[in-house]
Nanobody, 125 residues
């Protein structure tokens, strides 16, 4: 089994910064894409940013220039540095990872999709 645990959420004033972390643990051979999603009350979950195992990054338009995704493959960890936060960034932020649990899955490109439990980010004065 694989677990993803997020941390770093909290209350911040508009214009402030937060850094989210997500650590993957358990039966892991390799991790493919890792990403961050968010869900605001009454809204659908949406992609914030994704990073491939090779370091290629993609961002939602609403965070470009403000958020930076990074990862440490040796630590099975993905980060989200959030700067210039706005009230509309308030949401629960979820970590996602595509995990190969063994060589067979990796060779077959059959990654399993895992989610963290979420961490709350509130941007308010």
């Amino acid at each position: 089994q694989v677990q993803l645990v997020e941390s770093g959420g909290g209350l911040v004033q508009p214009g402030g910064s937060l850094r989210l972390s997500c650590v993957a643990s358990g039966t892991i051979f390799k991790i493919d894409d890792m990403g961050w999603y968010r869900q605001a009350p009454g809204k659908e979950r949406e992609l914030v940013a994704v990073i491939t195992s090779g370091g290629n990054r993609n961002y939602a338009d609403f965070v470009k220039g403000r958020f930076t995704i990074s990862r440490d493959n040796a630590k099975n960890t993905v980060y989200l540095q959030m700067n210039s936060l706005k009230p509309e960034d308030t949401a629960d932020y979820y970590c996602n990872a595509d995990v190969f649990r063994d060589f067979r899955e990796w060779r077959s490109k059959l990654a399993e999709d895992y989610w963290g439990q979420g961490t709350q980010v509130t941007v308010s004065s």
